[in-house]
């Protein structure tokens, strides 16, 4: 079930996360939206992650992403590693021309100005955006963000691929490409965590799938299984 | 980092390259218009008085204001990639600085045309404009973390720059005022006050400003630096959740 003898990547240890939302008075304001998660990582595997919408899969992402610190429980990362998430559209500064974006996410993510700069030009041609890759990111569409945003963390290379929705958006001669690009990369051992609402995708892509459900884990294992725990939830 | 994303917000800000200028003008014009044509100031100097003061207010205003709302404005960045918090406001103050430099240039050249030929006391200028960066620095950065807390404070810091501009002597003189105590009164309590008028002191009067009181702000400034990044760099993901719940 889990990765063998394969060493973790990335750990969460009866990770919780709440937050007050600041308009509701106290306990009525108290949002849960992870509930003591345990879940590892190992590494060169591609796991999914599936579950309705608002079921904390995001914030599970960006918890292991370190943007998010939980409320309690551990979140653990190999030392030395690089991990960067990836989502749709948001990410972006919409007045800087995809070029600007994709150098500042490459930047962010601990590339040098030169290693930045030596991505830009392969971005540009993998994500086929031409001329629009000059252009004021604020102009594109939603599947011209996604390509932006998918070529850019592919290109830039990190250690753990934390991946949310953007495969599922884009048309389907992109995807398609991104899928292979995505599958080329899986086999040269990067590791991934992938969130997708596309069943196929997950049974195609993944080693191994988890479904979140009310801020718990409610099946890990073959995607098969779980996909089948998923479509049982109703 | 902290370099690349300066250089991308200049270059978004080139594409509006004439309102660095026009903006701070149009403002001055506002001012004059009521001040001096309406209210008649009763100074003979009063345009050249305005532009010192009115110049070095909107650089600090216009900074505090814009990067107190930088953080919940970069969510996208924030909920992606885990920065130091600070890079955002500070990347605002990086774009009011270029911003500045053209519009300090703009204010000598008025001047030199206006007869106040350049002096070497203006080198006095160097410290006041540091320490007047080192304000907005501090200022902004505090704002920004209260903002990313509670997005109300947003609506306060507003209102409190409205009050520094009244209360700072941008279209009176602090030295004007008739009783020396109440300008002593009025130059210890408010920092910008005191910047505003060393400005003047030195433009116009070719004056050294007061060193003492410049470095006790300066110092002040960068203590306050200090304790906020510290703070800052802690809540790093505390401060995330804030600006993305």
């Not at chain 2, 007061?210 to 002040?220: S, V, Y």
Request: proline share 3%; with cysteine; aromatic share 10%.
């Amino acid at each position: 079930m889990s990765g063998g003898d394969r060493e973790v990547m990335l750990a969460l240890e009866n990770v919780s996360l709440s937050y007050h939302s600041s308009r509701k008075s106290f306990d009525h304001g108290s949002h849960h939206v992870l509930d003591s998660v345990s879940l590892q990582v190992y590494e060169g595997e591609t796991l999914g992650i599936i579950g309705r919408n608002g079921v904390g899969k995001s914030t599970m992402l960006r918890l292991m992403a370190g943007i998010l610190a939980p409320t309690s429980g551990k979140v653990w990362q190999r030392p030395g590693k690089t991990s960067s998430l990836l989502t749709i559209g948001l990410g972006f500064r919409p007045d800087l021309s995809g070029r600007d974006n994709a150098m500042l996410a490459a930047m962010l993510q601990g590339a040098s100005a030169r290693q930045a700069r030596s991505y830009l030009e392969e971005i540009k041609e993998f994500s086929e955006l031409g001329d629009s890759f000059e252009e004021r990111v604020k102009t594109y569409s939603s599947g011209m963000l996604a390509r932006l945003g998918f070529t850019t963390a592919l290109k830039t290379h990190v250690d753990i691929l934390l991946i949310d929705e953007v495969l599922s958006v884009g048309d389907a001669q992109f995807r398609e490409k991104a899928e292979a690009a995505m599958k080329s990369r899986i086999s040269s051992d990067q590791t991934v965590v992938f969130v997708s609402h596309m069943e196929g995708q997950v049974r195609e892509i993944c080693n191994r799938a988890v479904c979140l459900y009310k801020g718990a884990i409610l099946a890990e294992g073959d995607p098969a299984d779980v996909l089948k725990a998923y479509n049982d939830i109703g | 980092m902290a370099r690349m994303a300066l250089r991308a917000d200049a270059s978004r800000y080139l594409l509006g390259y004439v309102w660095w200028l026009l903006e701070p003008l149009l403002f001055v014009a506002v001012f004059y218009v009521v001040f001096e044509l309406i209210l008649d100031s009763g100074r003979g100097d009063f345009l050249v008085f305005l532009m010192c003061g009115k110049l070095a207010f909107i650089w600090f205003s216009k900074s505090v204001n814009q990067a107190s709302n930088s953080i919940p404005a970069n969510k996208g960045l924030i909920g992606r990639i885990n920065v130091t918090k600070t890079l955002f406001p500070l990347s605002v103050i990086q774009e009011g600085l270029y911003r500045q430099m053209a519009v300090f240039l703009l204010l000598f050249s008025f001047l030199f045309v206006s007869g106040y030929s350049p002096d070497p006391t203006w080198v006095y200028l160097l410290p006041i404009i540091l320490v007047n960066y080192l304000m907005i620095v501090a200022c902004s950065f505090i704002g920004a973390g209260l903002v990313c807390m509670v997005r109300d404070f947003s609506m306060i810091i507003s209102l409190g720059m409205t009050f520094l501009l009244f209360t700072s002597g941008v279209f009176w003189d602090v030295r004007a005022l008739g009783d020396p105590d109440k300008t002593a009164m009025v130059l210890a309590l408010n920092p910008l006050a005191f910047i505003l008028d060393a400005y003047r002191q030195v433009l116009m009067h070719n004056t050294a400003p007061d060193w003492l009181h410049l470095f006790q702000i300066g110092l002040g400034s960068v203590a306050l630096l200090i304790i906020i990044v510290l703070l800052m760099r802690r809540s790093s993901q505390f401060l995330a959740l804030r600006a993305l719940s």
